[in-house]
């Protein structure tokens, strides 16, 4: 999971962290309403504020930003997801937050840039919640281990017995970028492109390749087991997170922009925020994206210790309602000690469960392959799932929502943990 909080390293932080603690760029997240996007967001922008130079994305092949060109723009605007990025004084943020209150300006909300932290999982053994330290464990009899042949979440998932590959459907990772001379990925359809100003989409965090390995990972590698769910889809890498695992909302919002722009029909985002309160940008966003049939899919957080008795909740994006949020099961289909419970919000519901503690998976080379825990590691499970059920039946946006939580396992577990259950894949 990416946090904002280093505190929250192995799930031990204090919990969620309170709006106000948050960390910002100075810039504002200006979101627009289906009016105004569909009009001239960059006269609007410069009718209310002021602003001289303004960089949209449309003026990018795919929409692929350089963000290192655009730097100096007072404002960013992204087409599709009808969303600007604006450096505003005291004065212009004044204006723009009296814009969301006239009924007749264009103007749905404005939200302070946040700054996103990478949360490496690095420990490849964390604590499980159990009966003995206050959580709810599950009553399933089985317990899933890796063998010579697959990973245990690909058992878990019914990955191993699906005639599915992925074949047709586009994945877009939003992460730490992906090791792209990782042997296991030679001859793939790979896509690159970085949202970090002067950086290439090399992984040099591993966060991201990990990820991509198991949502995309190959049937076969040299000497190990099957560890990747599609592995025919194609792969669309967007770095939106640094080597040193940092971030801000207009590079994320950058890369879901270039993943709807290329035709991908799943975005997954191992990133998120210990932030209560949904995000009206990121909400905006995944309704945008489901009305045209891309699913986005979110780590709901590793801001709980439940051996502590601190369930934690579910950050921003995940807890946006047209964002899937994932938690993390274990091997023995238990609730991982570090995975978010559902937030009171509305939306912020865990909606399906994944493995994610002691995944096996692609790590950048020489290294080659490493096990990692985190809701991060459920999240390419539901993604890389998602690809099969969209190449089997065609389904995309709301539609494949709706299959994956109705075809789910149902657990021993609460709702507000595991939503659904977890993740199954299509036969």
Same mark, same amino acid.
């Given at each position: ?30 979101? *627009? %309403?289906?009016?105004?996007?569909? /009009?001239?967001? &960059?006269?609007?922008?410069? +009718?209310?504020? @002021? #602003? ?97 042949? *697959? %990973?245990?979440?690909?058992?878990? /998932?019914?990955? &191993?017995?699906?005639?599915? +590959?992925?074949? @047709? #459907? ?115 966003? @995944? ?141």
């Amino acid at each position: 999971m990416i946090s904002r909080r280093d505190s929250d390293r192995g799930g031990d932080g204090e919990g969620p962290s309170a709006d106000s603690r948050a960390e910002t760029t100075g810039r504002q997240v200006v979101v *627009f %309403t289906d009016d105004g996007r569909r /009009t001239d967001p &960059t006269a609007l922008l410069r +009718s209310l504020t @002021g #602003v001289s130079t303004v960089t949209r994305s449309g003026e990018f092949d795919s929409s692929a930003m350089d963000l290192e060109q655009v730097e100096a723009a007072d404002a960013v605007v992204f087409d599709e997801l009808g969303i600007a990025v604006v450096a505003a004084d005291p004065d212009q943020l004044e204006a723009l937050r009296a814009a969301t209150a006239a009924p007749d300006v264009a103007v749905l909300s404005v939200e302070p840039e946040l700054v996103h932290h990478a949360l490496d999982s690095e420990d490849t053994v964390v604590e499980i919640a159990r009966p003995e330290n206050g959580a709810v464990a599950a009553e399933d009899t089985e317990h899933f281990l890796d063998t010579r042949e *697959f %990973t245990w979440g690909l058992q878990a /998932t019914r990955t &191993t017995t699906s005639t599915c +590959s992925g074949r @047709g #459907v586009r994945i877009a990772v939003l992460d730490t970028g992906f090791d792209l001379t990782h042997p296991d990925f030679h001859g793939r359809t790979i896509t690159a492109q970085s949202f970090i100003p002067g950086a290439a989409p090399q992984d040099g965090h591993g966060h991201g390749t990990h990820c991509i390995g198991t949502a995309c990972g190959p049937t076969a590698a040299a000497g190990t087991r099957r560890y990747g769910v599609a592995h025919e889809a194609d792969i669309f890498v967007g770095k939106v997170l640094s080597d040193q695992g940092r971030g801000v909302d207009g590079g994320i919002l950058a890369g879901i922009e270039w993943a709807i722009a290329n035709g991908c029909q799943i975005v997954s985002m191992s990133l998120g925020a210990d932030v209560a309160s949904v995000s009206v940008a990121y909400e905006t966003v @995944g309704q945008r994206a489901l009305a045209a049939g891309v699913l986005i899919v979110a780590a709901a957080g590793n801001n709980a210790n439940r051996a502590a008795g601190r369930p934690g909740l579910v950050g921003v994006p995940a807890n946006s309602p047209s964002i899937m949020a994932v938690a993390a099961v274990d091997p023995g289909l238990g609730l991982a000690n570090f995975s978010a419970a559902s937030n009171p919000v509305t939306g912020g519901e865990i909606d399906v469960a994944g493995p994610g503690v002691g995944v096996f998976s692609s790590v950048p080379m020489p290294v080659r392959y490493g096990s990692k825990s985190g809701t991060s590691m459920a999240t390419p499970h539901v993604a890389g799932i998602a690809a099969l059920w969209c190449a089997e039946t065609g389904r995309t946006g709301r539609d494949l929502w709706s299959l994956l939580t109705q075809h789910s396992r149902r657990l021993a577990l609460q709702s507000l943990d595991v939503g659904a259950g977890l993740i199954q894949a299509s036969g």
